[in-house]
């Protein structure tokens, strides 16, 4: 039996003690009739809770667990903090164990001692105890579903699911409007995607039923539109990210503050500056906890103001440990239930029972709130947790009364439901001066999933540089006249559910649902080329003319430049010769495609330049290779005849390869062997096969482990300082954990490697936050590894993730904890450009197969790094020139 005593109420009567029970019964309590102090008959448990006292204040709970059961009348007196309360007690039927509460400031922020005494029969028992301290804590649940597109259902279940959470969250939100404010439903739909989905198919009654629940709060928007792979953004994209929430602010009046990113551990340091355009104040980030996370948990609940690059602007950010909570505390009973379920009219709707404190927060809070007290690093009394019941469920409708019935029973800590920004405003207020102030990147985890779909990444690549370049064309060829802005919409939503971080389902070797979930996916990208392809061909509109021997190449850089032009086969047949617009003729070249080819010099910038095409074969000159060596004048580069790799590229007689390794060494990686296990080419055949007078290149084709063929071909223009290679692998549907890497180790003494990230340049080390990851680095368009003296700046422009120093990606699986995860980076001047992998076991396609093509554009430079120099050679590569037909008299 257990009964609960308030020390403050001295009307209620209890229990004495002694063994003989029937004569001390007789007698009444009095100071006379005790005698010496006795040892306790009774232990006595701290509890980490406070109850509420009936003065209203909140006590700390000590629960007495009796030796022996305890019957009769008696006094229990509490000395504590200098504060004495005594109350009486009985007990006619007995008691096993008896809660008291101690004064309401007693072991709040220092440890105290409290000396509990027993009255009863005649006799004292006294016994003192440390009481340590114990904030008086207030929790934060944000209740959410974690958006997952994919993974545990088809894309189209999953809409379907967290369509019907918001109708749900509003009529639960309704129901609970009268509930005490902290036990209030509101539901976090996490982010953007579910209500722009619901908004495009809903009929008018529907939307404005979703517009009210947020206006009155039962939901609580956040700003992003996914959860993104934000590493591998382009700067544009992550404008288009943020603006969903723009416009559902213009729709609903209600202003969004936060961005909330669940699951993917990491995150670009370019959605500071992103964020803060668009008026986003904070950044409450829920890690996955567990798969591949690295060292992203060392930042778990210790948040910062979060400086961007450009060093102006700035966010509160969060991460307040994982979002696996719920799930593991209620929501295993129920996600199992949705996944790989199919049909849609067996999904779980809700999740309401008869005991809504089953399965609650009480295990998570019993373990993280001690662990955060003793850790010193944390001297907050605010704690945010997750309260999802894993990816894609329903609503958990128990929560408010659970909340209600929790926080009637106890004074702290004092649960409250609510919203990312609830959570961060209020640590903004209470501690927002006292927070520490942290500049770098967050350089994310999950980005070697990209690797394991390689074809579909460059797709992506490729099609957002695409949509920047039509933007730019529409406003030279269309000035005055609006952007058919919702293709562009659509095409970089494509973009961005490409970018999203779910490929396919949990158990990638179920069929046909793993089939079913990637073709949505990969729908996401074929669709994004196709638009941005339109979208060119549109600006285009006003001046092509298909069949005209007149070229016009278009510059959309805002600087002047040249590049080489391509002309199709078809399109060049019969004329070989080239004319600008005064009639000089350009050197021009036939390649071994039938494509014609000539170099267009100094085309103004966001402007063209017309050229004609004339009869005739352009004459054969100078040849740019001799036996296996390129040499344009400006560059020397050597293939190595037993590797096929680079073993020399020289400018000004400076030789940039590391002379013990080499430049674009494939190397092929079992599983998570160690590096030195890595195997190469064999069998290597090197023959020209473009050889000048404009263009010259060097094919090499190789044997190699895990792909049917490798073809690297390494060309030269005449003119030009920069190295191009472009690598073809012939992929095996291999299923057994595999890595393919190309290497280049370059000559570059005590270097420093700088990035292109999104909205900003990220120096290695130097600018990475505690807990990012070191062992794969994403980056958008070049990296340059320089000295004081030289250096080289290196585009790769199908595939974003390199490794710095080595082969150091060979984690397999969830990686918890493994020793492999590094925690600092030394200077060091060689890369590896990790393009393939199956490392993952989840989430991500078990193998690939095929033709895929990776690209690569080298500048080596005799002068210190230039980072606008670098920016506009990196710009340059991934927006060439445009050609295209044009009209006789199109106006340049």
């Known amino acids: ?250 729709l609903t009046g209600k202003k969004i503050e936060t961005l909330v ?37 060392d930042l778990s609940f210790k948040p910062f103001w979060w400086v961007g690059p450009d060093g102006k602007s700035k ?142 990444t460059s797709m992506n690549s490729s099609s957002k540089e695409r949509l920047i370049q039509a933007k730019t064309l529409w406003d030279m060829l269309h000035p005055g006249a609006p952007a058919p802005q919702q293709k562009f919409d659509e095409a970089w939503r494509n973009v961005i559910m490409a970018d999203e971080h779910t490929w396919c389902f949990i158990d990638p070797s179920k069929q046909p649902i793993t089939n079913n979930i990637l073709k949505t996916k990969f729908g996401f990208f074929q669709n994004a080329h196709d638009m941005s392809a339109d979208l060119i061909d549109s600006a285009l509109a006003p001046v092509n003319k298909g069949g005209s021997k007149v070229i016009g190449v278009f510059n959309t850089l805002v600087w002047p430049r040249g590049g080489l032009v391509y002309v199709p086969a078809e399109q060049s047949k019969g004329y070989g010769k080239v004319v600008d617009e005064h009639g000089k003729p350009v050197i021009s070249q036939r390649l071994s495609t039938g494509n014609l080819v000539f170099y267009s010099s100094d085309v103004p910038a966001l402007s063209s330049k017309r050229y004609t095409l004339k009869k005739g074969e352009p004459k054969p000159s100078n040849a740019l290779v001799h036996g296996n060596n390129l040499d344009n004048g400006l560059l020397q580069a050597v293939i190595n005849t037993q590797t096929g790799d680079i073993s020399s590229l020289k400018k000004e007689g400076y030789e940039f390869v590391d002379t013990k390794h080499s430049l674009n060494s494939y190397r092929y990686l079992h599983a998570d062997d160690d590096a030195s296990k890595a195997t190469g080419t064999s ?27 490798l073809t690297r071909e390494v060309t030269l223009v005449a003119g030009s300082p920069s190295l191009e290679i472009t690598n073809y692998i012939d992929k095996q549907p291999i299923t057994k954990k595999e890595g393919v890497h190309f290497g280049f180790a370059f000559n570059i003494p005590n270097p420093e490697t700088r990035v292109d990230i999104p909205f900003g340049i990220l120096a290695l080390e130097k600018d990475q936050l505690p807990g990012a990851n070191r062992n794969w680095i994403t980056f958008q368009r070049w990296l340059d590894i320089s000295n004081n003296e030289r250096g080289v700046t290196w585009c790769s422009l199908d595939a974003p993730v390199f490794e710095d120093g080595g082969i150091t990606a060979n984690i397999i699986g969830s990686g918890a904890n493994s020793p492999k995860w590094i925690t600092k980076l030394q200077p060091n001047a060689t890369i590896y450009s990790w393009v393939m992998n199956n490392h993952w076991h989840t989430n991500f396609p078990l193998s690939q197969e095929g033709m895929v093509k990776f690209r690569y554009r080298l500048l080596p430079h005799n002068n210190k790094y230039d980072a606008a120099a670098a920016n506009r050679y990196g710009t340059e590569q991934a927006q060439p020139l445009i050609a295209s037909p044009v009209n006789v008299d199109h106006q340049q």
């Not at 994919?150 to 969250?169: C, D, F, P, S």
Request: positive net charge.
């Open 683 to 709: 069998d290597v055949k090197i023959t020209i096969k473009e050889n000048g007078p404009l263009v010259a290149t060097l094919q090499v084709i190789s044997k190699v482990e895990g792909c049917n063929s």
């Open 261 to 297: 990113q669940t699951d993917v551990p990491g995150m670009s340091w370019g959605v500071v500056p992103a964020a803060a355009k668009f008026g986003i104040k904070y950044c409450f980030a829920l890690n996955n906890g567990w798969g591949r996370v690295g060292h992203s948990t």
């Open 1 to 250: 039996m257990f009964k609960y005593l308030s020390l403050c109420l001295l009307c209620i009567s209890y229990a004495g003690y002694g063994q003989s029970k029937a004569s001390h019964l007789k007698h009444t309590a009095s100071k006379a009739n005790y005698t010496k102090t006795q040892p306790a008959p009774f232990d006595c448990d701290v509890k980490a809770v406070y109850r509420h006292r009936p003065d209203g204040k909140p006590g700390r709970e000590i629960m007495l667990n009796f030796k022996s059961r305890f019957a009769g009348k008696g006094t229990i007196t509490v000395n504590c903090i200098g504060q004495k309360e005594i109350t009486t007690i009985q007990a006619g039927k007995g008691l096993d164990s008896l809660a008291v509460l101690l004064p309401d400031n007693a072991g709040v922020d220092n440890a105290c001692q409290a000396t509990i005494t027993l009255r009863a029969a005649g006799k004292t028992y006294a016994k003192t105890i440390d009481v340590p301290a114990k904030r008086h804590w207030t929790v934060y649940i944000y209740p959410h579903s974690h958006v997952d597109i994919g993974y545990t259902n088809t894309q189209a279940n999953i809409e379907v699911i967290h369509k019907r959470n918001l109708v749900n969250a509003i009529k639960l939100g309704k129901q609970t409007a009268n509930y005490p404010e902290d036990a209030r439903f509101k539901w976090n739909p996490e982010v953007l995607w579910p209500v722009e989905r619901y908004l495009k198919t809903a009929g008018a009654k529907e939307k404005q039923y979703l517009i009210e629940g947020i206006q009155k709060g039962y939901l609580q928007l956040d700003a992003g539109y996914v959860n993104m792979n934000t590493s591998a953004s382009a700067d544009e994209e992550l404008l288009q990210y943020f603006s969903y929430a723009k416009k559902i602010e213009k």
């Open 315 to 456: 966010i509160l950010f969060l991460q307040p440990g994982s979002y696996r909570p719920g799930a593991e505390a209620k929501g295993h009973d129920y996600w199992p239930l949705m996944s790989g379920q199919t049909d849609t009219s067996k999904l779980l709707k809700i999740i309401k029972t008869d005991h809504p404190r089953k399965n609650f927060v009480d295990t998570y809070l019993a373990k993280a709130l001690p662990e955060l007290e003793a850790s010193g690093t944390y001297p907050y009394d605010i704690f945010a947790m997750s309260w999802a019941m894993a990816d894609n469920t329903p609503i958990d409708a128990d929560l408010p009364d659970a909340v209600k019935s929790w926080n009637e029973d106890y004074a702290y800590p004092h649960l409250v439901i609510a919203s990312a920004t609830q959570v961060m405003q209020t640590f903004e207020k209470k501690y927002g001066d006292q927070l520490p102030v942290m500049k770098g990147d967050f350089t994310e985890y999950w980005t070697d999933g990209l690797g394991s779909a390689a074809k579909q």
